[in-house]
C-alpha cells in the first residue's frame, strides 16, 4: 500500500492482492487514528459481504470470487476496546453490470483500490450493545 496525504485526506492506494479492511485497519493503527470516514474505489477479484439479521443477532455472508467493479464503499473508522474498527459497506459489479452489497467483511484488491480517508478531530469508541449484538458507535 502507499499513501499521500492532501490537507487533512490521506489518500491509499492498494494494490493487486491486498485486504481492503485490513489494510485501512492496519494504516488507521500505524497513524493512531481513532476515528475516521472514508471512501473508495477501484476493482477486487473476492469480496465476501453480509446481511445482518436483527432477530438471530447473525450475518448471513456471502462470497464471491470474480472481477468485480467496486461501485463504492463508504465507511467510518472508530476505536473497539482500543484498537482501530473498520466498519464498512460496499456496493460492487459483475461483467453484466448487476450490482450487490452489504456489510463489508472483506475484499481482495484486484487491480487497484482507491480509498479517500479522513480523520476526524476526536475519539470514536464503539461497544458491544446486548439488544442488537452490534458493536455500536456510543457516546459518553
Not at 473497539?80 to 475484499?107: C, I, N, Q, R, Y
Request: a negative charge; glycine letters at 8%; proline letters at 1%.
Amino acid at each position: 500500500m502507499k499513501h499521500q496525504q492532501l490537507g487533512n485526506t490521506f489518500v491509499l492506494l492498494l494494490s493487486t492482492g491486498e485486504r481492503v479492511i485490513e489494510s485501512i485497519t492496519a494504516f488507521c493503527r500505524e497513524k493512531s487514528i481513532s476515528a475516521a470516514q472514508f471512501t473508495a474505489i477501484g476493482a477486487v477479484s473476492e469480496v465476501e459481504l453480509g446481511f445482518y439479521n436483527l432477530a438471530t443477532k447473525e450475518y448471513a455472508w456471502k462470497k464471491a470470487e470474480a472481477e468485480l467493479e467496486i461501485d463504492s464503499i463508504i465507511g467510518n473508522v472508530a476505536l473497539f476496546e482500543g484498537e482501530p474498527l473498520v466498519h464498512a459497506h460496499a456496493t460492487v459489479s459483475d461483467s453484466e453490470m448487476h450490482s450487490f452489497g452489504g456489510h463489508l467483511k472483506e475484499a481482495v484488491v484486484g487491480a487497484s483500490c482507491e480509498v479517500f480517508l479522513t480523520p476526524l478531530q476526536g475519539k470514536l469508541e464503539r461497544k458491544y450493545d446486548d439488544t442488537t449484538g452490534l458493536k455500536l458507535i456510543h457516546f459518553d
